[in-house]
Nanobody, 126 residues
């Protein structure tokens, strides 16, 4: 049974930092792209950042480029999202997702993902 379990969310002030974790289990993710999406109230779920499990290539939404860093620890089967210089507009539920054999033109589409975590709330207060 595949599981993606997010953790690390919370309440932080503007300009603060948080690190989210996504612990993956239940299969090999060698051919997968691991991605963070987020969904704010009354908005669609949007792409944040992605990393290839093999090779480690990374991709970012323009809105977080330079502030967020996605990384992975193969030994722990865990993907991280380090978030710096947080803004109120970063407030959302953050979801970890895994999609097989995605390419650059398809990995930003949430409909292409096979597995999802339950989400973790990030709230940035001003």
């Amino acid at each position: 049974q595949v599981q993606l379990v997010e953790s690390g969310g919370g309440l932080v002030q503007v300009g603060g930092s948080l690190r989210l974790s996504c612990a993956a289990s239940g299969r090999s993710f060698r051919d997968y792209v691991m991605t963070w999406f987020r969904q704010a109230p009354e908005k669609e779920r949007e792409f944040v950042a992605a990393i290839r499990w093999s090779g480690g290539g990374t991709f970012y939404a323009d809105s977080v480029k330079g502030r967020f860093t996605i990384s992975k620890d193969n030994a722990k089967n865990t993907v991280y999202l380090q978030m710096e210089s947080l803004k109120p507009e970063d407030t959302a539920v953050y979801y970890c997702a895994a999609g097989a054999r995605l390419i650059a033109s398809t990995l930003r589409d949430r409909n292409n993902y096979d597995y999802w975590g339950q989400g973790t709330q990030v709230t940035v207060s001003s």
